[in-house]
């Protein structure tokens, strides 16, 4: 068990799937005490499920929180983008850490198999996407491996059912900020994204396939690092999992992922949204365990 | 009196799949300068998942989205220049604005037959900009008649000009189009419209079928230039329409010419039904997936049969390419044999 | 519960399914749960799946939700202690989780006693409404949810036109919204548009059952309605009183054939169809107690004509069952003779 000392408190903003999720996991992490659950509507079913457990819960969303300040040391906004933007500019003041599930791009970008260390230097981090998530690990390692890396493309099938009114209206922010964060991690000159939301009954596992071109692909090594770090994210994120090993097909690298979901509060198929939820907390987790070490600098953008 | 049936013509954008997406500048622009000549009433270029889909996954293009509509713009004087863009793929920032500001004048937005509420942002952006936008029902054959309604009813309410239901996998047969057809005209207050793939030989049959349904948009290319077995072929829908009474104000001398001069200029072989072509329809995988999947078979030394059953058993999507890798490896390890 | 009864249900249940089991094997080892599941129709169904776990090893495990779940094992012991039953207590409309076990949804929730629709409309569209727009909720977070079976209710199409013999699935109904007495009938109506809403927007597969009326055991006698009180009204020695001039027509269904008739469109029902489930035989109530009075053991005069406007209040309530037939082969076994006299005998000792 963790030393009582490094337990953050933590809030979380939004009471849709992925702030109950986020609860559902941070209650069970040793790391982590979930203080507050607010949001806008009492009866939700994700208010229902915060008072099943015995979380306190509030309907006056980061009012809550100006309003009590002590009640937590870091907060998961699983809000909206455009909502993140005001509630960082008042979580900012009262000096919280911010995990920020949104597509806002107000913070560094956070993928924890790559930058978890260097991430604590910041008090806004950004989770990036679902499906960046679970490809930019790849991309990065294409990019370390190779000289030049021309292109990098990542393609997501993500089941129907697991993709919520949010994500579909949301859906050119989701391919431009994976598209982002692809060429940020991976240093690859340009990058392409899609999802493919498939309706199959019973609904698919997410699956993740990076392509890229490369001057000289170097599959063998790219295979080691690739089995290495599947294994490093599988830490985090128990279902992810490594389909088809990097393969040159058609002059193209091929990896394939496939990510299941833990079954918390969402069902197992919705691996998409389990994914960010575990790399959040995996955040959180290593900001816990470092609580009292070096200075937190205000925001990504003043670096 | 004669109704009339607007005819839009893809043989630029679903035949690009046929040749893996390479099209040259000379080709796109004698192409479109004759199809405008021929009175075609609408010209969609374009990679053949659309704009922004030249990629890894489906097929990289010859040319950039930004040249090839460049290039139609420059001979499409009467004709309206039409594009294909699909949410997840495209979106309006890389894609339809440029698309609006190079002056395409048609937008079809399209999406998996079940998922119309991702089409929501890109029909009103290109609403609110004054254009003619349709929404598209892509491999319809994996919804039932009422499903297809809710998902059509949904791009009526975001704008949309008129709904098509693409028959990507060439699934189809007439009784499908006839009750489904019947259904949306009943149902929706805006066109319907139909774009049929021959996999099965019924491109020309489903496409009047669709008409007497009450469809008025009518998708057909020249020597039925498309992905897999191809689509209505153009010369002869025209000419079948013309028949049964209704209009379509395309030249027929001159579309005749046209796809004589397409077949040479455009084509390496005229499409045709073959075996693949037959299978992916029974299997109900989109006929764009044709040219990969012979390619990955043949590379992993599997039956390209068992890869479209096996896709077909998994309920592949369009966009879902990668998919054939993942199932060639497996079929590959079970020793070649599917389920 | 007496061994005659058992012997009894264990005879209807072996009726329906006679030969046709196998047509349910969808649900061999799977877990089913029922939200109102200690009512009537979920009684019926507890009887039905326990039937075919006993006889034809079904290995179905059956979880029972209900707001009276702890009052089950005094009404049917039987079910209430075996080891292929879970109760779980509960009101629909505070519902947090579900077991993710749980493959199939039967929402049988919500009382259909018109006197509580009477004098608590508040409650029971609440019930309906919330609850329903609850286990929907819940059901979208199920890893391996096959069909959900929404149990509405023939009352979502209003009255009856007299011209109309029987109603379709697709007649659009008249109903008066500004009534207190449409409480019941347009909050059943908001659980099938959330039903449809939940089908498009969450992908969920649920299809729609539209139960009429119902005679046979486990139906109270006290409920209000006219072939449960003439039951009543025989075995207490009679009179049996009609209300009007006993032209108004009604059909009954015995209950293993609803059962039945569930079970089969739940597994077997198109996602998003609806089907009208009852018996498609009318029968005028002056016939009916008629038919009563033939076949209970004590003698009794029936007496009708008690309004003074004859032809007031005459209504008819038959349903086209034509869709459950079409399409799913569904017939009605137990004929209405059967059903009352086999209603008389569970409720032999009810006075």
New interface residues.
């Given amino acids: 068990m963790a030393d009582k000392k490094t337990i953050l408190n933590v809030a979380i903003l939004g009471t849709g799937n992925i702030g109950t999720d986020l609860m559902v996991k941070a209650l069970r992490s040793p790391f982590l005490d979930c203080t507050l659950f607010a949001g806008r509507n009492l009866t939700s079913?994700g208010m229902?499920?915060a008072n099943?457990l015995g979380v306190r819960v509030s309907a006056l969303g980061v009012e809550s929180i100006m309003k009590d300040p002590d009640c937590c040391d870091l907060v998961f906004d699983a809000t909206s983008a455009i909502d993140h933007k005001y509630h960082w500019s008042l979580l900012e003041k009262m000096g919280k850490i911010v995990i920020d599930m949104t597509p806002s791009r107000v913070g560094e970008m956070c993928i924890p198999a790559i930058n978890l260390d260097s991430c604590l230097k910041y008090k806004n981090v950004n989770m990036v996407t679902c499906g960046g998530q679970a490809s930019i690990p790849m991309a990065h390692l294409i990019g370390l491996l190779h000289q030049e890396v021309d292109?990098i493309?990542v393609?997501s099938?993500i089941a129907?059912?697991s993709a919520g009114?949010a994500t579909?209206?949301n859906?050119?922010e989701y391919?431009?900020t994976t598209e982002e964060g692809i060429k940020i991690f991976s240093g690859c000159k340009r990058s392409?994204v899609?999802?493919?939301?498939?309706?199959?009954?019973?609904?698919?596992d997410m699956?993740t396939?990076v392509?890229?071109?490369v001057k000289k692909p170097d599959i063998q090594k790219l295979n080691a690092a690739a089995v290495d770090m599947a294994r490093q994210i599988q830490a985090y994120v128990p279902g992810y999992q490594l389909?088809?090993p990097p393969?040159l097909?058609?002059k193209?690298i091929?990896i394939?992922v496939k990510i299941q979901g833990l079954?918390d509060?969402?069902?197992?198929?919705a691996g998409n949204l389990d994914i960010i939820n575990c790399a959040a907390i995996a955040m959180a987790e290593e900001y816990a365990k470092n609580s009292r070490s070096a200075p937190i600098r205000a925001s990504a953008k003043n670096k | 009196m004669i109704s009339n049936i607007l005819i839009s013509d893809p043989t630029l954008r679903d035949g690009s799949h046929a040749v893996s997406h390479q099209l040259n500048a000379h080709q796109i622009a004698s192409y479109t300068a004759a199809a405008d000549a021929a009175g075609i009433p609408i010209v969609e270029v374009g990679h053949g998942n659309g704009l922004g889909a030249s990629s890894l996954q489906i097929g990289e293009s010859l040319l950039d989205d930004t040249t090839i509509l460049k290039i139609a713009r420059e001979n499409l004087i009467h004709s309206k220049l039409g594009i294909h863009v699909m949410p997840g793929i495209a979106t309006i920032n890389k894609d339809l604005k440029k698309a609006l500001s190079m002056g395409v004048d048609v937008f079809r937005v399209a999406c998996h037959c079940t998922e119309a509420d991702i089409t929501q942002r890109h029909i009103s952006f290109i609403r609110n900009k004054g254009k003619e936008v349709y929404g598209v029902l892509m491999m319809n054959h994996m919804a039932p008649k009422d499903v297809l309604v809710e998902e059509a009813y949904k791009m009526q309410s975001y704008g949309a000009d008129g709904v098509l239901l693409y028959d990507s996998a060439g699934a189809s047969i007439p009784s499908d189009v006839k009750e489904k057809i019947e259904l949306l005209v009943k149902s929706l207050e805006i066109q319907v419209g139909y774009h049929a793939h021959n996999n099965l030989g019924l491109a020309i049959a489903n496409s009047i079928t669709a008409v007497q349904a009450g469809a008025t948009i009518l998708d057909g290319t020249v020597r039925g230039f498309g992905a897999g077995a191809g689509n209505a072929q153009l010369e002869v829908l025209v000419p079948v329409l013309e028949k049964m009474g209704y209009s379509t104000g395309v030249d027929f001398y001159k579309l005749l010419d046209l796809s004589d001069f397409a077949e040479r200029e455009l084509m390496k072989v005229v499409p045709s039904i073959k075996p693949d072509s037959v299978c992916s329809a029974l299997a109900g995988i989109f006929s764009g997936f044709s040219k990969h999947v012979q390619r990955i078979s043949k590379e992993y030394g599997v039956d390209s049969r068992d890869v479209w059953f096996e896709l077909g058993r998994r309920k592949i999507v369009a966009g879902q390419e990668d998919i054939i890798i993942e199932v060639a490896v497996k079929l590959a390890a079970e020793g070649g044999k599917g389920q | 519960m007496k061994s005659e009864h058992r012997d009894m249900i264990y005879k209807d249940c072996e009726q329906v399914t006679a030969n046709s089991v196998h047509l349910l094997s969808a649900l061999r080892g799977q877990c089913i749960l029922i939200t109102g599941g200690t009512g009537f129709v979920g009684t019926w169904l507890a009887e039905m799946i326990t039937f075919l776990n006993d006889n034809h090893d079904f290995n179905t495990q059956l979880i029972l939700l209900s707001g009276r779940a702890n009052n089950f094992s005094a009404k049917a012991p039987h079910l209430a202690d075996r080891n292929d039953i879970t109760l779980i207590e509960s009101d629909i409309r505070n519902v947090v989780d579900i077991p993710n076990e749980v493959e199939w949804i039967i929402h049988a929730a919500g009382n259909p006693d018109n006197r509580l629709h009477a004098s608590d409309p508040l409650r029971t569209i609440q019930v309906i409404v919330k609850g329903t727009d609850t286990i929907l909720e819940v059901a979208t977070r199920l890893p391996d949810l096959k069909k959900f079976l929404n149990i509405s209710s023939g009352l979502v199409y209003g009255s009856q036109p007299w011209e109309l013999e029987t109603i379709p699935e697709s007649f659009m109904g008249s109903l008066n919204c500004d009534s207190i007495r449409s409480a019941y009938a347009e909050a059943k109506r908001m659980g099938e548009t959330l039903c449809a809403v939940y089908r498009n927007q969450h992908r969920l597969p649920v299809v729609n059952a539209r139960p009429f009326a119902f005679i046979g055991p486990y139906q109270l006698l006290d409920r209000p309605w006219a072939i449960n009180n003439f039951i009543r009204d025989s075995l207490l020695g009679g009179p049996i009183r009609i209300l009007g001039d006993g032209e108004t027509v009604r059909s009954y269904m015995y209950p293993s054939d609803m059962a039945w008739w569930l079970l089969r469109i739940l597994v077997q029902g198109t996602v998003g169809a609806s089907y009208n489930v009852g018996s498609p035989h009318g029968v005028t109530l002056q016939k009916l107690a008629k038919k009563i009075a033939g076949h209970s053991p004590v003698k009794s005069e029936i007496l009708s004509g008690l309004s003074s406007d004859r032809s007031l209040g005459r209504s008819k309530f038959i349903p086209d069952v034509r869709l459950a037939k079409n399409a799913l082969d569904l017939c009605i076994n137990v004929d209405l003779d059967s059903a009352i006299k086999r209603t008389i005998v569970w409720n032999r000792n009810y006075c």
Avoid at chain 1, 194 to 204: C, G
Avoid at chain 1, 265 to 269: C, D, Q
Wanted: charged share 25%; proline share 10%.
């Fill in positions: 079913a229902t499920k099943s292109y493309e393609i099938s129907s059912r009114p579909r209206i859906i050119d391919v431009e392409k899609m999802l493919i939301l498939n309706p199959a009954h019973p609904p698919i699956q396939t392509f890229a071109k389909i088809v393969v097909e058609n193209r091929v394939m079954g509060y969402l069902p197992k198929f």
